[in-house]
């Protein structure tokens, strides 16, 4: 059954460095989506992509923040300079086509940890 | 501002006992309700989902899930536990909107723990 596979699953950077979450899609999803969920704390949604350009973001999802599909199967979250808090667990998800109901698949996570 | 509830942190349950993970929502409009399942160094898992149609939704691993509109519950179900089914579960829930993207809005997630 395809998945939606993330790397690395952990990441450990010092705080103003930039890193960059890879995911890949499951491979006919037309929607990808990036989630975070801090230690102890709920899932939440930050930002929608289609068609190659941002569909819907959070105000969590500032500038530091950016997304990308550089290469038509790989998907990426870059933040440009971490801050302490944003050290959580990072879920990308995908989804097939652009019908509301369908379901979003997750990946396993990057948990990202900022020192 | 949708949201939804998951009012106990941990569900301790027998095996071969019944289980049951709790959800209310609040949402504008018709509501599409979704639960996962995450366990231990894995992903989120997609178990079931309530659109429309028959309150009583089948999903993965026997589980199930009942819609109430009027209690505004969408409560997780499976009739024998299992020790596998120990895991952390979320629920989830989005606002219909039309057509295309939508963001997902979870509940804080309920650890369940199937003792043997």
């Known amino acids: 059954e395809p998945e939606v596979t993330q790397t690395p699953s952990h990441q450990v950077t010092q705080m103003g460095q930039e890193v960059i979450l890879r995911c890949v899609p499951i491979s006919n999803h037309l929607y990808f989506y990036w989630y975070r969920q801090i230690l102890g704390q709920k899932v939440e949604f930050l930002v929608s992509f289609y068609n190659n350009e941002i569909s819907e973001k959070s105000e969590i999802f500032d500038d530091q923040f950016s997304v990308e599909r550089p290469d038509g199967s790989n998907f990426t979250l870059k933040i440009r300079s971490t801050k302490l808090e944003d050290s959580a667990m990072y879920f990308c998800a995908s989804k097939q086509e652009t019908s509301s109901t369908d379901t979003q698949y997750f990946g396993p996570g990057t948990r990202l940890t900022v020192l | 501002a949708q949201s939804v509830a998951q009012p106990e942190d941990q569900v301790n349950v027998a095996e071969g006992n019944p289980l049951t993970v709790k959800c209310t929502y609040s949402?504008?409009?018709?509501?599409?309700l979704f639960w996962y399942v995450q366990y231990p160094n894995r992903g989120l898992q997609f178990l079931l989902k309530?659109?429309?149609?028959?309150?009583l939704v089948k999903g993965s691993y026997g589980f199930e899930a009942e819609f109430n509109k009027s209690q505004t519950s969408f409560h997780l179900k499976k009739p024998s536990a299992l020790v596998s089914d120990s895991a952390l579960y979320f629920c989830a829930v989005r606002d219909y909107a039309g057509a295309g993207s939508y963001q997902l809005t979870f509940g804080k997630g309920t650890k369940l723990s199937v003792i043997p």
């Open positions: 949402v504008s409009g018709n509501p599409y």
């Open positions: 309530y659109i429309t149609g028959d309150n």
